[in-house]
């Protein structure tokens, strides 16, 4: 079945250390995009990437990278420079910028 | 785990004519309900939000959405739409206290001047 897997479902990141969350898609979808969301808040955009080795800041970038080497694939890696990560991170995908947006199933991301 | 049902994805209507959007959900327990908005080349955005206090909640644009708990609802709705409401709509709910959010498949709103 065609959609978007994210991968790990729950992850745990200790104090100081870099961790990478996995977003594949199988849609032949052009556009990626990494949104958080937080209690008390609705999605956040933190990247997104409209092609492939292209990608965007969005409105919460700071302490986030991400590489877009492939079409099928998006990693968002939480750097030790993001100070609040906990949050529960959805990936998305589009056709297009125009296109409705497909969802993962998230990542829930906690700090130990 | 909640789900969230949306009808009518395709939805064509005129300017100046009333819009309204139908959400369902299911669970039992305290949500937080969302409505988002992919206008044509840009990302998601925040319509409006419910997560306690008076059941009619009013966002940007002129919409608002009302939540009925006994009937699971938080539907949509505009008074007079606009062209450039042209736009997808996705509700959204979340169980009070856990992040994830289960959203709907989207009403594609196309708005004819």
């Known amino acids: 079945d065609g959609g978007i897997t994210q991968s790990p479902k729950y992850l745990f990141r200790k104090e100081g250390q870099n961790v990478t969350l996995s977003c594949e898609q199988n849609l032949n979808h052009d556009a990626m995009y990494w949104y958080r969301q937080d209690p008390g808040q609705g999605l956040r955009l933190i990247y997104y990437?409209?092609?492939?080795?292209?990608?965007q800041k969005g409105d919460i970038a700071e302490g986030y990278s991400v590489s877009r080497e492939k079409k099928e694939s998006f990693p968002l890696t939480v750097t030790s420079a993001q100070k609040n990560p906990t949050a529960f991170y959805l990936c998305?995908?589009?056709?297009?910028?125009?296109?409705?947006?497909?969802f993962g199933s998230g990542t829930q991301l906690s700090v130990l | 785990a909640q789900s969230v049902s949306q009808h009518n994805h395709h939805v064509i209507l005129s300017e100046a004519a009333s819009l309204e959007l139908g959400c369902n959900y299911s669970y039992g327990g305290t949500v937080n309900l969302f409505w988002y908005v992919q206008y044509p080349g840009q990302h998601l955005q925040l319509l409006l939000k419910y997560f306690s206090g008076d059941p009619l909640v009013k966002g940007i644009k002129g919409f608002e959405a009302e939540f009925i708990k006994s009937k699971f609802s938080f539907n949509l709705r505009k008074p007079s739409v606009q062209w450039s409401d042209t736009a997808e709509y996705f509700c959204?709910?979340?169980?009070?206290?856990?992040?994830?959010?289960?959203f709907g498949k989207g009403n594609q709103v196309v708005v004819i001047p």
């Open positions: 990437s409209q092609i492939v080795n292209d990608f």
């Open positions: 959204a709910v979340t169980a009070y206290g856990n992040n994830r959010l289960a």
């Open positions: 998305a995908s589009s056709l297009d910028r125009d296109e409705k947006l497909f």
